[in-house]
């Protein structure tokens, strides 16, 4: 099943404007982690937060997580048509005994040139 | 690209019929996941490896099973293929049972006919 929801389930943006993804989840987390996925391809890592950091940067990324609200949001900065993706966030669950990952359903992004 | 690889890259099977899928992890890595991505949802997890043995499991059926082999590479097997069984096949690869990043290779698609 899918733990996470991310909002909106698209979004469409000119170049040069900036990206911003929710994702809600529903149980306490070790980490939460957010990847990108070129046309059903495989899955790229963008970043991952630890659930004791309140805020991440990488490069034209930031991340943030809020754990009381059970949610974070990525945001991507100057977008460029090369953006264009589905972004999904995935949890790793608090108590499961091994690291698996539960991913929602992505966020489509078009970034027109 | 994370020097995680999948064969084969597509893979036509009747209902009924076995099928095996391979990864090779990034160097390095001793952890090695299995996701199922349906068309338009995020990956699910079906399992997860470590040293060789079954670390975790979602909720897939028994005729879903793997293996992993000394130098860390996997197998998944799904045996008496279902239609619904078409998706595309991600494994990760990840560095021991901490909380860590999990690089994904380029997926096997599936089609069930």
């Known amino acids: 099943s899918q733990q996470g929801e991310e909002d909106p389930q698209a979004l469409s943006i000119q170049e040069g404007e900036n990206a911003t993804m929710n994702c809600s989840y529903k149980t306490s987390i070790n980490n939460l982690q957010w990847y990108r996925q070129n046309s059903g391809r495989g899955l790229v890592h963008l970043i991952l937060?630890?659930?004791?950091?309140r805020e991440k940067h990488s490069g034209r990324l930031r991340v943030t997580l809020d754990t009381s609200k059970k949610s974070s949001s990525l945001l991507i900065t100057a977008s460029r048509a090369a953006d264009t993706a589905s972004y999904f966030c995935a949890t790793d669950p608090m108590n499961t005994g091994f690291q698996k990952l539960v991913f929602g359903t992505g966020t489509r992004l078009l970034v027109s040139p | 690209e994370t020097g995680v690889t999948q064969s084969p890259t597509h893979l036509i099977k009747t209902r009924g019929q076995q099928v095996t899928l391979r990864c090779s992890s990034q160097s390095g890595h001793n952890t090695v996941s299995w996701y199922q991505q349906a068309l338009g949802q995020g990956p699910q997890f079906i399992f997860q490896?470590?040293?060789?043995?079954?670390?975790g499991r979602g909720n897939f059926p028994p005729r879903f099973s793997g293996l992993q082999f000394p130098n860390y590479s996997s197998e998944l097997n799904v045996n008496a293929l279902e239609l619904d069984d078409s998706a595309l096949y991600l494994c990760?690869?990840?560095?021991?049972?901490?909380?860590?990043?999990?690089?994904f290779g380029p997926g096997t698609r599936l089609t069930v006919t």
């Open positions: 937060i630890r659930s004791n950091e």
């Open positions: 990760a690869s990840s560095l021991g049972q901490g909380f860590n990043e999990q690089y």
């Open positions: 490896y470590y040293r060789e043995e079954e670390n």
